[in-house]
């Protein structure tokens, strides 16, 4: 077999569609069919829209898909066809993609820090909702949006709350003692003013968003502006073995409330899931090219997809299936695993249990990978995968 054939190429962002994907009716169909020499992305179209459609029954307001977690065209299509009209990005590039992939989609630039031509571009391509969590920042944001009257400016704020497995508060957001000033400031320039947070990703607590909701108006009070936005961010949590939040109805239910409780009632409101969104609509298969005793030596690892099960050494559901037509052992044991490229720390400590007769050609499926999988991959010894496929 000549190498070119079993080495994928690189699709473009126009031929990454839906009616694209090749379609199958379980996991073990695709890897049987697909031959790849890659690890295989899995997307089950049918989990995406169900998430959509219950972020979008259940939460009060707008719901912004935070593209980070899962950008490819594959999925923001699904997303659109399920109903979402909102995106969250983080980067100018994100910014393109979104706008080629769904013209009519509305972006939110969410991420505080950005280039003065990430600014002025994504001002041309029509975004209009911008955050900040400086003066300095947004003084950019007025200059290369040429002192625009129409924006949506959302002061970043720096809530103090518990509860995320990942936190996200290390890096951005304004001190709360001075986020009065920033947004007396941002008044003057702002159509619509806003504030939003993070409470960090994997958020076990729903009444972490409760008390950073009270944060927000302890701030808001003490500016003395009014508000027109207040975006709750990202956070919501997913159900991975040894982490089982509550439902997200729940979570809803305690947004909602405390946005009452706190004056917020008529404000209009955001939230930008992503890993909640599309965790469970993916997976990640990765074959095992060699078995050591106990240690797994996969195609894929934590400068891949598997980054989150390798470094913050996220715990994942896990299937294995069989590269043969054998029954598999019923018998589990706890495997550590190794990505394919050269470096020492391309390593998964797991322990992973799995059948205790795993062995070469046989696929690991780390499942709940739809969020934070695809998109970590860097390009590392020449190993990334790009081929997706749907399983209904
Ligand atoms: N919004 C912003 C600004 C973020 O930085 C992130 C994640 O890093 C998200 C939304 C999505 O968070 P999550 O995937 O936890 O829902």
Not at 186 to 205: D, I, K, N, W
């Amino acid at each position: 077999m000549q190498v070119l054939e079993v080495l994928r190429p690189l699709p473009s962002a126009e031929n990454w569609t839906l009616e694209g994907l090749n379609t199958y009716a379980s996991v073990a169909d695709a890897l049987k069919t697909e031959q790849c020499n890659d690890s295989v992305h899995v997307f089950y179209p049918k989990k995406l829209a169900e998430m959509a459609a219950r972020f979008l029954a259940g939460f009060r307001g707008t719901n912004l898909y935070a593209v980070k977690a899962n950008p490819h065209p594959a999925i923001l299509k699904s997303l659109w066809q399920a109903g979402v009209r909102d995106f969250d990005v983080a980067s100018l590039r994100e910014v393109e993609l979104v706008s080629k992939t769904l013209p009519g989609a509305n972006l939110y630039f969410m991420h505080p820090v950005k280039s003065r031509q990430a600014i002025r571009h994504a001002y041309a391509m029509g975004v209009r909702g911008f955050s900040f969590d400086t003066l300095d920042e947004l003084i950019k944001i007025e200059e290369e949006t040429s002192g625009a009257a129409d924006l949506k400016l959302f002061l970043r704020l720096g809530v103090a709350v518990q509860g995320a497995a990942y936190e996200l508060s290390g890096k951005f957001g304004a001190p709360l003692d001075l986020a009065p000033l920033i947004l007396r400031r941002a008044r003057l320039s702002a159509q619509r003013l806003g504030v939003c947070f993070h409470v960090g990703s994997q958020c076990m607590r729903p009444d972490a968003f409760a008390d950073a909701i009270a944060q927000a108006a302890g701030v808001l009070k003490s500016s003395g502006v009014t508000l027109d936005l207040i975006d709750v961010g990202g956070g919501f949590p997913v159900a991975y073995p040894g982490m089982e939040p509550p439902a997200l109805e729940e979570y809803f239910r305690v947004i909602h409330a405390a946005l009452d409780a706190n004056g917020f009632n008529d404000t209009e409101t955001l939230c930008e899931p992503g890993r909640a969104l599309v965790a469970e609509a993916g997976a990640v298969a990765a074959r095992i090219e060699l078995r050591k005793g106990a240690d797994l030596y996969l195609n894929d690892g934590t400068y891949g997809a598997l980054f989150d099960a390798g470094v913050p050494e996220w715990p994942f559901p896990l299937d294995l299936v069989a590269g043969d037509e054998r029954a598999l052992s019923n018998d589990v044991i706890g495997y550590r695993a190794y990505g394919p490229t050269c470096d020492s720390c391309d390593k998964m400590a797991g322990p992973f249990p799995l059948p205790a007769d795993a062995r070469e050609g046989d696929w690991v499926l780390f499942e709940h990978l739809g969020a934070y999988g695809l998109t970590m991959q860097a390009r590392f010894n020449g190993f990334y995968s790009e081929t997706l496929v749907a399983v209904c």
